[in-house]
């Protein structure tokens, strides 16, 4: 192996008088939660070269969509961001609400929003949790665990009926309604909880030497280049462009809640973890006005086409038990046609592309993962920089490998 | 290497017979099982939760998790297995050491779960010799709690383990 | 043919390309062009640079496999101007005979991946592409399993261990 490229990079003199080794770092490794690989060429403890390999969680999701109804594929999204996989069902019901041209209801709208900013506050807590974790803070690690277990306890358990795989979402609306007691439930978690663990973790991180070392100016990119390699969401807010789907493209009822979008200035690891820290708050500030607003009504749009009818009609009313059983079985009959319909996940656009040739189930799904982008980016953002800040960086661009490989 | 004809790994002559010392070895094995967690997905997260402080799986004395498999005795695969992955976890699976037991979590390790297409290996058990099955899309961390246990109990009574009569002929 | 249609940016397409665009349609809310594969990464280009277009983004690209029909597969852009705050979609049809368009990877290098695994699902392959090899399915997998024609539950036989 000649060592031309690393002799070239570095000005032609190697740390050490040594030839660069290959470090196979990866797929099974703590630190690259679960399955990501890189074949590093090290010259001493400096990355040279850096090539990202995934794949080791390909579950074909487009595959399996292909050949199940509209309403099955809903349990394959959960499996996409399984970190906050409210936020996947969101995006697809939407995107095939697109397709249908129908509108939900204005409560199924408040609801949808809730769940994806609850969703996002999990994200985020386990993305810094666990980046903290491969820099040694463990503490962290818990602090964020323990909102994230009351959370599951008694939110998303509550309303979905489990806690990671939820299936929320319909066509049309969504499963059921929210439980009673969830609406108070909620705003106490929000203050009782989110709140004070994003607190905790703020006093020990936030003002701590050796985590400001650690992750300043570490895996940083310029804004220029991140719009080149197609980031979005923290990771490209981070490096200073002020891009948020839910202010710039408005979609459910975002444009009636007051919030902000934090922006970062050098696109390193500390950005984008303040960026982290900052959205989790404004969640919570999110919340609290959608409970606020949340309207009455019906949670679902009052067509049978694609919602499922009432159960007292469908034991007594002979179309509406037809209407049932056409529904599941075939599934409901989306229009030809295609669409693309983006939304503000937690880390980044989650884009669906839909191409349907009528019929019960899509012709085709792709999803764009928000983290594709990222991952390919990590040669720029780790060359040149030494192993340990590999590890920082990879947590805090959080990979998550069911939407990365999908 | 086509799936399905591992060889033997474990010793010949039958099974873990106890006497009153390798009773007590047993008693202390199953108090201070090291797992080593091969979390490939989303069940990983539910693994996590088991080590959390809500369901606290080091009350059961397998806290230690252990991220080397020279060092490490339960192999807890969490999460869909690929047919890209699948050699890096018989290969992980041969660098542990005896005695070494294999939980697979939830439906995708044990059996490939809904996802049954070109990508997906059928269950772990095609490769490796799988003792405990947790049920689940993901099982709840009470269920991985219910798996270190009946672990343990398999080291109490000193059933043989699946190692022992790999490689089932299918 | 372009049709008669409210989008700027279609129109503005139709205008500097003339017939390089097969046809645009808004449907769904969408402005999508299909345009011929020879002047793509011309098109591309023109959409980044164009102080009023201004499509910095390019969001996702994907392969799409329309088996029975002539041509058969689709290569499907999707672009986003985060100044103007639009999307477009841009199609191109290619023949199954010759599935080969240039990479816009020099256009966005954030599509170099895209491209990567649209020729590991599909089969299409990109003239110019840095590193055009499989992304996704491990080394020795035979044939693109996102077409119509791969069977979903079709097995390989599995390769060794990873070296």
Redesign the interface.
């Known amino acids: 192996m000649t060592d031309l490229m690393g002799t070239k990079r570095r000005g032609g003199k190697l740390d050490l008088q040594a030839e660069p080794v290959i470090l196979n770092i990866g797929p099974s490794h703590p630190a690259t939660h679960a399955t990501l690989r890189f074949i590093a060429e090290l010259d001493g403890e400096t990355i040279l070269s850096l090539t990202p390999e995934?794949?080791y969680l390909?579950r074909?999701f487009?595959?399996?969509s292909?050949?199940h109804t509209w309403t099955q594929v809903v349990t394959y999204t959960d499996r996409l961001n399984y970190v906050s996989p409210l936020m996947n069902n969101v995006g697809y019901a939407m995107a095939v609400e697109?397709?249908c041209?129908i509108e939900v209801t204005e409560r199924c709208k408040y609801v949808r929003v809730l769940i994806s900013e609850i969703s996002r506050i999990i994200d985020h807590m386990v993305c810094i949790g666990t980046n903290m974790v491969d820099l040694g803070a463990l503490t962290n690690f818990w602090y964020f665990w323990k909102p994230r277990e009351e959370a599951y306890m008694h939110l998303i358990e509550p309303l979905t009926g489990t806690r990671l795989t939820t299936g929320y979402t319909r066509i049309g609306g969504m499963q059921w309604d929210l439980p009673e007691g969830w609406v108070q439930k909620c705003r106490d978690i929000c203050r009782n909880v989110f709140l004070p663990a994003i607190a905790d973790v703020n006093a020990l991180l936030s003002k701590n030497r050796i985590f400001i070392e650690r992750t300043m100016g570490v895996g940083s990119i310029t804004a220029k280049d991140a719009?080149?390699?197609?980031?979005?969401g923290p990771c490209l807010r981070a490096a200073g462009?002020p891009?948020d789907l839910r202010k710039?493209?408005t979609y459910l009822v975002y444009d009636r809640f007051d919030f902000d979008v934090p922006i970062g200035e050098h696109g390193d690891t500390c950005d984008r973890y303040m960026v982290r820290m900052e959205e989790m708050r404004q969640s919570v500030r999110i919340i609290e006005q959608a409970l606020d607003q949340l309207p009455g009504g019906p949670i679902n749009v009052d067509d049978t086409r694609y919602v499922l009818p009432d159960k007292q009609l469908v034991y007594t009313n002979i179309e509406s038990l037809m209407q049932h059983f056409k529904n599941i079985f075939e599934g409901i009959h989306v229009p030809a046609?295609?669409?693309?319909s983006?939304t503000e996940a937690a880390n980044g656009?989650l884009?669906y592309?839909i191409?349907s040739k009528g019929g019960g189930g899509p012709y085709?799904i792709?999803v764009?993962p928000p983290c594709?982008?990222m991952f390919?980016?990590m040669p720029l953002l780790c060359e040149g920089q030494m192993i340990a800040d590999l590890v920082a960086v990879l947590g805090s661009v959080n990979i998550v490998a069911g939407e990365l490989?999908r | 290497?086509?799936?399905g004809d591992r060889p033997a790994s474990a010793p010949p002559g039958g099974g873990y017979a106890l006497t009153t010392l390798e009773s007590m070895i047993a008693w202390g094995r199953k108090y201070s099982i090291y797992p080593f967690t091969f979390a490939t997905a989303c069940c990983g997260i539910e693994v996590m939760g088991a080590f959390g402080t809500h369901y606290d799986l080091s009350r059961f004395g397998a806290e230690v998790v252990r991220f080397s498999p020279r060092q490490a005795d339960m192999l807890l695969v969490a999460g869909t297995v690929n047919?890209?992955m699948?050699?890096?976890l018989?290969?992980i699976y041969e660098q542990m050491l005896e005695p070494k037991w294999v939980v697979a979590m939830g439906a995708c390790a044990s059996s490939g779960g809904f996802y049954?297409?070109?990508?997906v290996l059928q269950g772990i058990d095609k490769i490796i010799p799988v003792d405990v099955y947790i049920p689940g899309c993901p099982p709840n961390p009470e269920g991985i709690i219910d798996a270190v246990v009946a672990i343990q109990k398999l080291l109490e009574t000193g059933a043989p383990r699946a190692a022992e009569r790999w490689p089932i002929k299918i | 043919m372009a049709e008669e249609n409210n989008s700027p940016v279609l129109r503005k397409l139709a205008e500097k390309f003339g017939d390089a665009i097969v046809s645009t349609h808004s449907?769904?809310?969408?402005d999508?062009a299909v345009v011929r594969r020879e002047k793509i990464v011309e098109i591309c280009t023109f959409l980044r640079d164009d102080p009023d277009l201004r499509f910095?983004?390019?969001?996702?690209l994907?392969g799409?496999?329309y088996l029975g029909e002539v041509p058969r597969f689709e290569v499907?852009y999707?672009l986003?101007s985060?100044e103007k705050?639009r999307?477009v979609?841009i199609k191109s049809r290619l023949h199954e005979e010759d599935p080969t368009i240039d990479s816009v990877s020099s256009v966005?290098?954030?599509?170099?991946?895209?491209e990567r695994e649209a020729f590991d699902?599909y089969g299409i392959v990109f003239r110019d592409h840095p590193n055009l090899v499989r992304?996704?399915?491990?080394e020795g997998f035979v044939g693109h399993?996102?077409r119509k024609d791969?069977?979903?539950?079709?097995?390989?036989?599995?390769?060794?261990?990873?070296e």
């Open positions: 995934f794949g390909h074909c487009e595959k399996e292909e050949s697109k397709l041209a719009i080149a390699m197609g980031f979005t462009v891009l710039d493209e046609g295609e669409v693309y983006a656009e884009g592309y191409v085709k792709k764009r594709f982008n390919q980016a490989d | 290497m086509a799936v047919y890209k699948a050699p890096v018989v290969r049954n297409n070109y990508s | 449907g769904f809310g969408d999508t910095e983004f390019a969001m996702d994907t799409v496999d499907v999707h986003y985060m705050k999307r979609r966005w290098p954030g599509m170099n991946w895209y699902m992304i996704l399915m491990y399993p996102l791969y069977p979903k539950a079709k097995r390989q036989p599995t390769v060794g261990p990873v």
